[in-house]
T-cell receptor, first 114, second 112 residues
Framework: GNSVTQMEGPVTLSEEAFLTINCTYT??????LFWYVQYPGEGLQLLLK?????DKGSNKGFEATYRKETTSFHLEKGSVQVSDSAVYFC?????????????FGTGTRLTIIP | NAGVTQTPKFQVLKTGQSMTLQCAQD?????MSWYRQDPGMGLRLIHY???????DQGEVPNGYNVSRSTTEDFPLRLLSAAPSQTSVYFC???????????FGPGTRLTVL
């Protein structure tokens, strides 16, 4: 079946540090890949997405590249801020008939300290 | 656009009580879904719907019922609440199942 494995947390970084949160996936077919972010007390919101191999999604300084050869979609940011503290979820979506749902990873809690 | 709205925000139930969590969206999305979020478990799909009159089970459907009489609304019913149903519940909608999903703010449910 389809699955998403993402880096276990929690992750704690200092402000302006470089961030990587790893995400790998298993899927039959050609999924779309997503990163969602959940700020404290809120629902999830889309951070970025990529729909085909070699696409790069980007938003708010975050980037992730869809790597088919390594089945990965790692999230990166060059210089994190305190406001980036949140839980980050990697997800995949397949549009194959009969298997049309999003599959989420377990989430990675990120804390940025000033 | 209000997006996806959920009510109530918080609820406390006693074991055996029933209740309905409300979800509505104003984006004319065909696909709607309910998830529960538990610590260390990520999001697990409870039920989903690909359009009015069509619903199906997700990963953890036991103890929950849904119906979809309109495109806008997708209520989740707890038939006989159990402490294991203590969780945060999120409703989401999208144009189609594998597309970007828009989430509501969540309902925090405690079953005593």
């Amino acid at each position: 079946g389809n699955s998403v494995t993402q880096m276990e947390g929690p992750v704690t970084l200092s402000e302006e540090a470089f961030l990587t949160i790893n995400c790998t996936y298993t899927a039959t077919g050609y999924p779309s890949l997503f990163w969602y972010v959940q700020y404290p007390g809120e629902g999830l919101q889309l951070l970025l997405k990529a729909t085909k191999a070699d696409d790069k999604g980007s938003n708010k300084g975050f980037e992730a590249t869809y790597r088919k050869e390594t089945t990965s979609f790692h999230l990166e940011k060059g210089s994190v801020q305190v406001s980036d503290s949140a839980v980050y979820f990697c997800a995949l979506g397949l549009s194959n008939f009969g298997n049309e749902k999003l599959t989420f990873g377990t989430g990675t809690r990120l804390t940025i300290i000033p | 656009n209000a997006g996806v709205t959920q009510t109530p925000k918080f609820q406390v139930l006693k074991t055996g009580q029933s209740m309905t969590l409300q979800c509505a969206q104003d984006m004319n999305h065909e696909y709607m879904s309910w998830y529960r979020q538990d610590p260390g478990m990520g999001l697990r799909l409870i039920h989903y719907s690909v359009g009015a009159g069509i619903t199906d089970q997700g990963e953890v459907p036991n103890g929950y019922n849904v119906s979809r009489s309109t495109t806008e609304d997708f209520p989740l019913r707890l038939l006989s609440a159990a402490p294991s149903q203590t969780s945060v519940y999120f409703c989401a909608s999208s144009s189609f199942p594998a597309d970007t999903q828009y989430f509501g703010p969540g309902t925090r449910l405690t079953v005593l």
